[in-house]
């Protein structure tokens, strides 16, 4: 094939033509020659023969023709200043060839005394070639696509060939010998896998190691997948991360179940033995931002549910952790779904570190943290807080200055805060029941300074054929709601096993005989057990208040209405046999302790105590015990639980049951506060009169949200708007509470150096254990917040 080649070589070499003479029979050829075979003359080549050709010296010259879109010397100048040519570009150059159109002559020029010119029949033998009309020169079109080896055939790519007379032959061919360089059979390799690609009967490199990229991408991926489902795990249940240090190596839960799920996990078992020691993604700090990640997707979800809803409102209280950090504890109430799911919510969304505790600084922070969180706080219609004047104030308190930005969120004084303030002012502030109250709580601190003491009162109630459902006698506390209720209920409940255990220790115990003896005599006297009893029959009507205020699903209205039922209740006792029946039970106690029931004497002046003259002693605690407390509770109930007729509160009337209350001032109160928030505004009367017809036959809901669950709204937009506005206003802030609790079980004693973030983060996780978090998106955020060594191909 080569003796073969050679002697082609020396035929074409020894070709000439002569001037005024005729085209050859391999010009010919060459004339009828197409790049594809058996293809037609495309139309770039009619674009060519359509172009007109100047004649110089009676000679058609081809560099007067425009560049042919054929042409290689369009991608020669990229290629000479270091450019890459796109693959689109690569294949042109590889697939098409210039085609002389019909009629056209080569041009020619002197070589050693010879008219010589291009022979299109050499790109049979050397299909590589490609002949630029516009220099009447050859390139060489692999080359020009993928060789990056210099040499002296490096003119192929450059600036041309045009060396006619040494083209080919087999001593000086110069065609030949760069077919055998070392450059263009590298480029030539390349530009057949390149066509093979193109063609898809080959994979491209990056096919070709994809595999084992992508089984490298999928491990990454799985193995911090399990550190991700550990880190949940370990932060909804509230279990400790960290633990000890032995040596170099932390003994703690999450190394623990890390290594534990490793036993049965191979993906993260490799990962663990592979990985270098400072790339295994199980330090504190990737805890940290894995556990900030976690906060940020359920975060992420709440808020997307409370932007469906549109309208809420802000919960805000304050509460010092374990390190002496104020946190103030952020929730957010609104009304979630529609028809039969529609629901109350009362979600927390995080604490925040206050430096100082002035009210222009808490608000700022609220609505600066709102804002952050993606909020739109032009829809917040409500606040509920305590009743701290920095909190409540009117002037310059925090619900002020967020009124001031934004008017339509109403101040709503938490309720069972209110409630709790009932209590506390009416156990303190008359002389005899705050004495009473003394007593017991110095005797449930007694019994809760040791286990013996604790045992020894659990024996004794055992013995008399008790069965109570708490240990002891449970400690007092302002904050803690219902504490007095169940302190007082206690002791009444264990009095003669109280007494037993008191009178023994008084003789038995040498060290707290002296303690025992006085708690035992204060026991012993009949004013302190009728108080004990008296004050814990009417604490009793408030608990189930105090419980139901706690719940999620009630609106503001439903808690005045609870309240000022309540009231009614308590103060009936007045007129009914209430006094009598505590008077009984008072007697049946102190008899069974050899206490005879007395009156205390009757003073000359009696300036400290009531001490009204009566003939009995029944009366005589009735008129200056039962009464007194009875109207201070009912007294603070009225002021405290006052009737509300603001104008947000106004579309209670919009209950069914409530209709026949809604006057035609109420009615233009309402709409005049709402219009704004109005889907329909100038329908809205007009669907009003429709409501009323609607329920003036049947049973009619006595609740808002039974009104949202049970009845379609479809045709009544802006009575649903303002039922939810409604439902959405603040009635307890309990979900910070609730918070305050997770915090307490979160940073403890041990636990008093975890950072802010992560104390949020593992606080949203605890809290919202209900909620599921996407682990895949939470790896996506890890990834996307910091440049990682580990390769995990997100976009």
């Known amino acids: 094939m080569e003796g073969e080649r050679h002697t082609e070589d020396d035929e074409a070499q020894r070709h000439t033509v002569e001037e005024g003479g005729q085209r050859s029979a391999e010009d010919d050829e060459a004339q009828r020659h197409t790049v594809e075979e058996g293809g037609q003359r495309s139309a770039e080549n009619e674009y060519s023969r359509e172009q007109g050709n100047m004649e110089i010296g009676g000679e058609e010259i081809g560099s007067s023709c425009p560049q042919h879109p054929f042409d290689p010397v369009r991608v020669k100048n990229k290629v000479i200043n270091g450019d890459a040519l796109t693959d689109d570009e690569k294949k042109s150059v590889l697939q098409n060839r210039w085609l002389a159109p019909q009629g056209y002559s080569y041009p020619k020029c002197t070589l050693g005394g010879k008219q010589l010119r291009y022979n299109p029949q050499w790109e049979k033998n050397y299909e590589w070639l490609s002949y630029s009309p516009s220099e009447d020169a050859a390139y060489c079109a692999t ?99 960290r633990g000890n240090w032995e040596g170099s190596s932390e003994n703690g839960n999450f190394n623990y179940f890390v290594n534990w799920k490793a036993q049965f996990d191979t993906t993260l078992k490799q990962h663990l033995e592979t990985a270098a020691k400072n790339a295994k993604y199980i330090s504190p700090q990737i805890q940290n931002d894995l556990i900030a990640c976690c906060a940020e997707d359920i975060r992420e979800t709440l808020i997307n549910n409370i932007k469906t809803a549109k309208f809420f409102t802000v919960l805000a209280d304050e509460s010092m952790d374990i390190s002496g950090i104020e946190q103030l504890s952020l929730c957010v109430r609104y009304v979630s779904g529609e028809g039969e799911s529609s629901e109350i919510r009362e979600d927390f969304l995080g604490f925040c570190p206050l430096t100082q505790q002035d009210a222009k600084t808490i608000a700022t922070v609220i609505l600066r943290q709102l804002t952050e969180w993606g909020l739109h706080t032009e829809y917040l219609r409500g606040q509920g807080y305590d009743g701290a004047s920095t909190m409540s104030g009117h002037v310059s308190g925090v619900q002020k200055r967020i009124s001031d930005v934004h008017p339509r969120a109403m101040y709503t004084h938490c309720r069972s805060h209110a409630l709790n303030l009932v ?131 009630l609106d503001i209205l439903t808690a005045y209405e609870e309240a000022r039922n309540m009231r009614q209740v308590i103060a009936n006792q007045r007129e009914d046999k209430g006094s009598r029946l505590c008077f009984e039970k008072a007697t049946a106690l102190a008899n069974s302790i050899g206490v005879v029931p007395a009156k205390r004497r009757v003073s000359v002046r009696q300036t400290y105590r009531a001490n009204v003259t009566t003939e009995s002693v029944e009366d005589h605690y009735r008129i200056n015990l039962f009464y007194p407390f009875l109207d201070h509770i009912t007294a603070q109930l009225d002021e405290r639980f006052a009737k509300n007729n603001k104008p947000p509160i106004l579309a209670s009337y919009l209950v069914p049951s409530s209709l026949k209350y809604l006057t035609p001032a109420r009615e233009f109160e309402m709409l005049r506060w709402y219009h704004e928030d109005l889907p329909d505004q100038d329908t809205a009367r007009q669907e009003i009169e429709r409501w009323r017809h609607k329920f003036e036959d049947g049973p009619l809901p006595s609740f808002a949200l039974e009104v949202l669950q049970k009845h379609n709204l479809s045709f009544f937009p802006n009575i649903k708007c303002m039922l939810k506005i409604f439902l959405t206003l603040p009635v307890t802030t309990c979900a910070c509470e609730r918070s305050f609790s997770a915090m307490r079980r979160l940073k403890t004693w041990l636990r008093s ?43």
């Open 423 to 553: 209590v506390v002012h009416g156990c303190s502030d008359l002389p005899i029941v705050r004495n009473t109250m003394s007593i017991i709580e110095e005797i449930a601190v007694f019994f809760s300074g040791s286990s013996a003491r604790k045992g020894a009162l659990e024996a004794e109630t055992s013995k008399e054929g008790q069965t109570t459902k708490k240990s002891g006698i449970p400690l007092m506390s302002d904050t803690r709601w219902s504490s007095r209720s169940t302190t007082l209920s206690a002791f009444v409940e264990k009095f003669t096993a109280v007494h037993s255990v008191l009178e023994k220790m008084g003789v038995e115990k040498p060290s707290v005989s002296a303690k025992a003896a006085t708690l035992r005599h204060s026991m012993e006297s009949f004013e302190t057990i009728i108080t004990a009893v008296m004050v814990n029959e009417i604490l009793g009507y408030i608990h189930p208040l105090t419980k139901l205020l706690q719940t999620t699903n």
């Open 753 to 795: 150096t975890m950072s802010n973030d992560r104390l949020t983060g593992l606080a949203m996780m605890h809290v919202h254990q209900k909620v599921e978090v996407d682990r895949e998106n939470i790896l996506r955020r890890w990834d996307a917040s910091g440049h990682r060594r580990i390769q995990l191909a997100f976009d």
């Open 143 to 241: 080359c020009l696509c993928f060789n990056k080896v210099k040499g002296k055939n490096f003119s192929f790519l450059t600036k041309g060939f045009t060396d006619w007379k040494n083209a080919v032959g087999d001593k000086r061919g110069v065609i030949p010998r760069h077919s055998h360089s070392e450059g263009h059979q590298r480029a030539t390799e390349l530009a057949e896998n390149f066509m093979l690609i193109t063609q898809g009967q080959k994979k491209d490199i990056q096919s070709v190691i994809s595999k084992q990229y992508d089984d490298k991408v999928m491990a990454n991926r799985k193995a911090l997948l399990s550190i991700i489902d550990i880190i949940v795990c370990l932060g909804k249940r509230n279990v400790p991360f």
